[in-house]
């Protein structure tokens, strides 16, 4: 693996554990109300999808270790060009049940 791929899933896995950081002992409704909260969370949820969209171009294979690659490049063009259809509670729902599988694929993918 190159040092440019591995410095994007780097990039990933610290975006991924920002938003850990972020939402840690925050009840849904804080988040739902707080557009600074959102906003940060959404900010990550793109440099995600962006560092996975371009490690993916430079490695195919990169889909095997992470098979919902698409969705998450789709979800960050969605927040992008989208923006004003982005459902909060979709985005909660993300980050408490996906991201946490995707750290765990991100690191395995890079021992």
């Not at 409704?29 to 969370?41: H, K, Y």
């Amino acid at each position: 693996m190159s040092p440019r791929i591995i410095k994007r899933l780097e990039d990933a896995i610290e975006a991924c554990e920002r938003v850990q950081g972020f939402l840690k002992n925050i009840p849904i409704d804080t988040f739902l109300g707080s557009e600074l909260l959102r906003s940060a969370v959404e900010r990550q949820l793109e440099i995600i999808g962006e560092a996975l969209n371009a490690a993916s171009k430079a490695d195919e294979s990169l889909v095997n270790t992470i098979p919902d690659l698409p969705r998450i490049v789709g979800l960050r063009n969605r927040l992008i060009h989208g923006y004003d259809s982005v459902d909060a509670e979709i985005i909660w729902d993300v980050v408490k049940h996906n991201v946490p599988i995707l750290v765990r694929q991100l690191k395995r993918g890079l021992a």
